[in-house]
Structure formats: structure tokens, C-alpha cells
């Protein structure tokens, strides 16, 4: 009988390759953190809330870090016509706030809307992220809304928070948008 030479090489295991390519597949994975795709209604809202948000972050940088409600008052009337058309349409509601969280006015006007709102998470989350934060919140009644938290931000500091609010009822009419969409939506993005 013949006895063949052929041996099988076997491939050595390699600890620290086994953990690299570990470790890539973890960092791989872990960045495909995308929004999901929109249905039309929901990226049409976000786009109309973009856009808002662009005009007034920029629009409201200079009274705000003065503390001045007057001019942010004013700033959200003569900014109002441009960059929320959409306030025509819906109940959409804004609030500015300081770094506290507290109330400092809201447009259009309405005095039992003002409050400590320091303990809602998109409030919280949007002062500690420096991110914009969306939350559900209930009104009293039990009725839905949407929060939208942006920071207003100087440099690296920030001064308050430009709170949007809209009714969920009036974003499914105008929008077919859902709560799942709407909690799904990256305004950061």
C-alpha cells in the first residue's frame, strides 16, 4: 500500500486578525444608522420644518443671546410670512425657550402655553446633544402633538431652544404622517 506525502496544511488561527475583522464589521454595521426611506407626505414635512428651521435658528441667534423678548417676538412676526407658511395651514405652534428649558415666548401668542418644559426628553436631549430632538407629548385633553426641539447655538454655546409644535391630528390630515413616521424622522440629516 502506498502512503501519500500530501499534507494538509491547516490555517493558523490568528487572535488579533479574528478581532480586527471583528471589530470592522462592528464599526461597519454600527454606521448604517440611516433614516428610514419616507413616504412623500412625511418628507414633505420634514422638508417644510428644514426650512423653517434654517430661517429662524439664523433669525433668532442675536435677540435671544440678549434676552430680549420684544425683538424675538418681532423677529418671529417679520420672519412668520417667509419661513412658515405651513402656520397657515395647521395648528403649528412655536416656542422659544432658554437654557433651562423655561418658557420664554411663543408665537403667535398665547399666554397658557408658557411653562417649565425642562423636564421633556426632546427638550433635554436637544440641550445635551446640541442636536435637534423630536418627542410626542400629550395635552391635557389626551390629544396628541409633535415636539420639535432645536438648540440655538453661538459658537459653541447655547443660548435656548426653538420649540415647534404640531397637532398629530392636523399632521395625518395635511401630511398622511403617522407617529412611527414622525418619531422616525431625522431633522439632524
Not at 410670512?81 to 437654557?99: D, H, S, T, W, Y
Not at 433651562?100 to 401668542?109: A, F, K, S, W
Amino acid at each position: 500500500m502506498e502512503t501519500s506525502n500530501c499534507q494538509w496544511k491547516v490555517p493558523r488561527f490568528r487572535p488579533w486578525l479574528a478581532l480586527i475583522s471583528l471589530l470592522a464589521a462592528v464599526a461597519f454595521l454600527g454606521c448604517q444608522s440611516q433614516e428610514p426611506p419616507l413616504r412623500p407626505g412625511a418628507a414633505e414635512f420634514k422638508k417644510e420644518v428644514q426650512d423653517c428651521i434654517a430661517i429662524l435658528k439664523t433669525a433668532l441667534i442675536e435677540p435671544l443671546s440678549q434676552r430680549d423678548i420684544p425683538a424675538i417676538n418681532e423677529t418671529l412676526k417679520k420672519v412668520e410670512p417667509e419661513a412658515i407658511k405651513l402656520c397657515r395651514m395647521c395648528p403649528f405652534r412655536i416656542g422659544v425657550l432658554n437654557q433651562e428649558g423655561y418658557t420664554l415666548t411663543v408665537y403667535p401668542p398665547k399666554k397658557d402655553a408658557m411653562g417649565n418644559f425642562s423636564n421633556y426628553e426632546a427638550v433635554i436631549q436637544a440641550l445635551k446633544s446640541r442636536r435637534t430632538a423630536t418627542q410626542r407629548c400629550f395635552l391635557q385633553d389626551g390629544s396628541p402633538i409633535y415636539l420639535i426641539c432645536v438648540p440655538i447655538l453661538r459658537e459653541d454655546q447655547v443660548l435656548g431652544i426653538l420649540a415647534l409644535a404640531v397637532s398629530a391630528e392636523e399632521a395625518k390630515k395635511r401630511w398622511d404622517m403617522t407617529a412611527q413616521e414622525f418619531l422616525a424622522i431625522d431633522f439632524n440629516r
